[in-house]
């Protein structure tokens, strides 16, 4: 027995907050913020584009995971 799948509204505070995570990590190196910045442009795309279709929530919290873990 798995655990209920999240709600939408729960799938988009947890959008929000990982960008939010994205914009406040404390980035020593100017290569590493480089490459952060990138990531987190392509993380707000990811999330405007979706939800300009409609797109799930939740489809959009995968796609930001996939990137994540990705770099």
Known sequence: AGYP????A?????VDSML????TVPIERERDR??????LDTAE??????RQK???ECETWAAIGKLVVGQ
């Open 5 to 8: 799948a999240p709600s939408e």
């Open 10 to 14: 729960q799938c988009r505070e947890m």
């Open 20 to 23: 939010q995570t994205m914009k």
């Open 34 to 39: 480089r490459e952060a910045r990138v990531v």
């Open 45 to 50: 795309k990811i999330v405007r584009d979706n």
């Open 54 to 56: 409609g797109v799930s």
